[in-house]
């Protein structure tokens, strides 16, 4: 879609929390007529959708909307965010996704000028996890999302108190947001892997239920919240900053400038 047809910085200026624009309303009645009734398929190839993207952390869950996903759009591209830590298991589980399910991967990096000031010695995840996050992730994310006007995420409501009430539609920032799996439990997740026999990433068997970069994630014991392994330096962090709020705005300077990594 180009932004001529839509532009939605016209009406986001003042965008409540929680707050349904005409377009989104439209979206929320047509394929979400009910509690009980969600097309996900019919959103998805909505015309205002035909610029959407995957963005895949290529984690322990992630083969399972890539499948769902691309088999109701093929060749939609997947965008991951290479941050430079992570595991090899999950470069190596991405190539092989990408080779299983013929995925159309684009690979976004940091900006190597914001690294070589921000980060020389790529340590900045023990001392400033968000400002890590910021360099690494979130103004990639924002750059690589650049020319278009929705993104798929893989998040569910089950992977804790910060997403119980996440919406399958929502803004972020400009830009619509769909959360397909959603009202997905962690149950429906691994029947949808036994149904189509999607491999698995290497690490989840060794006690690595939710991940991320290597150096914040851990192990975690059986019966533990799965995403208590994300993070283990900074104990009150539970998001990488990717997932804005309805009036989340960037505005770049600085990721040490504090510990909060507020920019
Ligand atoms: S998860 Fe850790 S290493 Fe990865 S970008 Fe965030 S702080 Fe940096």
Redo the contacts with the bound molecule.
Sequence with gaps: MSTSEHDPSNEMSSWPMGGVDAELGRLQTTYFPSLIEADIAGLLNDPILADTVIVSSFGAESAALLHYVTGIRPGIPVIFLD????FPETLAYRDALVGRLGLRLIVTRPDTGTLADE?PHGQ??AV??????????TFPLQDALAEVSSWISGRKRFQGASRAALPLIERDGTRIKLNPFALWSREDIQAYFETHDLPRHPLETAGYPSI??????RAVAAGEDPRAG??PQ?PDKSE??IHLGPDGHFVRGSATRNTKGET
């Design positions: 941050t430079g830590k992570h980060d900045l995840y400033n996890p968000n400002g890590c996050c910021t360099i690494r992730k991320g970069c290597a150096p914040c994630t994300r993070w900074m990488c900053g």
